[in-house]
């Protein structure tokens, strides 16, 4: 019903830029937030930034003044502007949606893109 594709993951020296962006297509009949979490290896997924369709934004404390979520309402998709990275900041990132649909409220996950910080 609901599919996200995500795209702008790669590789990054520290102190690097990467932005990643996720467009959502689909019966969709309204989304209230979308978001971005991240996976490391060997931790749990976490919330990295997620914004309302009314602009509303929260931030993972680890990443408050160097990422920005912004969104574009009209064409469905997120965007996390990811400055200042970190060697800790190497995860695959998740794009999601909390969106109805014809079948009802639910959360929808994109596929993951890897992104990683080394020298």
């Known amino acids: 019903q609901v599919q996200l594709v995500e795209s702008g993951g790669g590789l990054v020296q520290p102190g690097g830029s990467l932005r990643l962006s996720c467009a959502a297509s689909g019966t969709i009949l309204n989304i209230h937030s979308m978001g971005w979490y991240r996976q490391a290896p060997g931790k749990q997924r976490e919330l990295v930034a997620r914004i309302t369709s009314g602009g509303s934004t929260n931030y993972a404390d680890s990443v408050k003044g160097r990422f920005t979520i912004s969104r574009d309402n009209a064409q469905n998709t997120v965007y996390v502007q990811m400055n200042s990275l970190k060697p800790e900041d190497t995860a695959v990132y998740y794009c999601?949606?909390?969106?109805?649909?014809?079948?009802?409220?639910?959360?929808?996950w994109g596929q993951g893109t890897q992104v990683t910080i080394s020298s």
């Open positions: 999601n949606v909390d969106v109805t649909s014809w079948i009802g409220r639910f959360d929808y």
